[in-house]
């Protein structure tokens, strides 16, 4: 029976167009009835309408409209309220292995005795030598929202050790990293965009000269969006007042215009904006309106495409729903959201995000460079040098041809041997990315940050696009 009675059901959307909603609960009502009388095992009603009806509703509608179950809903609260926790810690992430390139000050990590180059080897009992780089950086994220037990094996050390860390509410800033990369131009790293983002950016732009800078690149790769006011304070720094920033369509919501407000003091030197594929909602919202205004030149690889606005309803039972119920729009009028459905994807040919006016992809991969990273060479041999050195470099430290020929001799042991030509090749590549490493765990990683920005391929050309007259 049941077999028969669910393609009727999947049908529902289209006989909506000539029998009205009472006729269609009705039918729903007589096939639930149906399936609770004749199904093999007994039926249980919250199941098959929470996990099944609704939801498959909802489904129908895009990928992002959500029912929450009571228990659901009191975790996305949870979530909301806990997202600042955390160890303080600044790790490096490969397949299969975590290693510590910093503790912050006062964190959890500092207090519990962390250091660079130890390496975690199990988290609440769960190895981690099995897990790919995904389901590392899940794991990461889940363990930080309550106590932990971390398995850490120390460079040097002959046992394994423990430690039981409680995570403590970091005052994380959104903007990550600010400096000047090169005479007079800012380069700004905004991590998400949250309540305080557009203050932080200010704040950053005037610490570094302000009315005497010559540019800035903005860069919002791997920023998933967060707070729309903030995409908006941002906007609002870089055009005129009265200016569209973005438009809100939706088929209940009537058209609202976003525009920059007076009170806002603008910038005037030229801005560069990066994105990649995990550039997202806020970051988008921010990209489009400088492209658009024709206030930005924009690099890197097309976005992700989210514009949607998404409403969160309380339901009764204490279960809720996430609704997307508008969507965004660039001021030319370009829809930032991707098709939600196939059939959009076929006939609009899946354009989403915002489309670089530079295409600029990162560093590419060669086999050395997938040898070295992958065995975390970098960060072990980063690791001795610091200690030998007592934890300290000097400012204006330098990877010596002494230091590169140690580091070979390195590779060499764990049978890394590139050949003359591909060393030589790489050597410029090689001696970047060792300063960097030993600038983390010496100096910082905001310092080692520094040396990746003047190695990024992407940031390289916006300096030469600023550079122009």
């Known amino acids: 029976m049941l077999s028969r009675l669910t393609p009727w059901l999947l049908c529902a959307p289209l006989l909506a167009q000539t029998e009205d909603l009472d006729a269609l609960v009705k039918r729903v009502v007589e096939l639930y009835a149906t399936v609770e009388r004749e199904a093999a095992d007994p039926v249980a009603s919250e199941q098959a309408f929470y996990g099944g009806v609704v939801p498959g509703m909802l489904r129908r509608l895009d990928p992002h409209s959500v029912f929450f179950d009571q228990q659901q809903f009191e975790q996305l609260r949870e979530l909301e309220t806990s997202t600042r926790k955390g160890f303080g810690s600044v790790v490096s992430v490969l397949p299969g292995r975590v290693l ?32 790919d780089t995904d389901q590392l950086i899940q794991l990461l994220t889940e ?169 969160v309803y309380p339901l009764s039972s204490n279960n809720g729903l996430a609704l997307t119920t508008a969507f965004y729009y660039t001021p030319n009028g370009r829809n930032i959201q991707r098709p939600l459905k196939e059939a959009q994807i076929a006939t609009e040919g899946g354009e989403a995000g915002i489309v670089p006016d530079i295409r600029v992809l990162p560093e590419a991969s060669t086999r050395l460079r997938l040898a070295v990273e992958a065995t975390a060479s970098f960060t072990e041999f980063a690791t001795e040098y610091a200690r030998s050195r007592g934890g300290t470099v000097r400012e204006n430290f330098e990877v010596t041809p002494g230091l590169l020929d140690e580091f070979q001799g390195f590779l060499a042991r764990r049978n890394i041997q590139p050949g003359v030509g591909e060393w030589t090749a790489e050597r410029p590549w090689v001696e970047s990315r060792l300063t960097q490493e030993i600038l983390n765990q010496t100096l910082g990683v905001a310092r080692g940050d520094e040396v990746e920005a003047h190695r990024d391929p992407v940031v390289r050309r916006a300096l030469q696009m600023l550079e122009k007259p």
């Open 100 to 131: 510590f390139l910093q503790t912050m000050p006062g964190s959890p990590s500092q207090r519990a005795g962390l250091a660079p180059g130890d390496e975690i080897i199990a988290i609440n009992n769960i190895a981690l030598n099995r897990l």
């Open 143 to 311: 363990s930080r929202q309550r106590e932990a037990q971390l398995m850490v094996r120390r460079p040097n050390s002959p046992r394994l050790l423990s430690f039981q860390l409680t995570p403590a509410i970091m005052d994380a800033p959104s903007v990550e990293r600010s400096f000047l990369v090169a005479p007079g131009v800012v380069y700004l790293r905004v991590g998400s965009f949250e309540a305080g983002t557009g203050r932080e950016i200010k704040d950053a732009i005037d610490k570094l000269g302000a009315s005497s800078l010559k540019g800035l690149v903005l860069d919002l790769r791997n920023n998933p969006g967060g707070v729309l006011r903030a995409a908006f304070e941002t906007c609002s720094m870089f055009l005129a007042p009265g200016t569209k920033i973005v438009s809100v369509r939706g088929r209940s919501k009537k058209e609202e215009d976003i525009t920059v407000p007076k009170a806002f003091e603008q910038y005037g030197f030229p801005v560069a904006v990066l994105l990649n594929a995990k550039s997202a909602s806020a970051a988008e919202v921010v990209a489009g309106a400088l492209q658009d205004h024709k206030r930005a030149v924009v690099l890197g690889e097309q976005s992700f495409g989210k514009g949607l606005v998404q409403s």
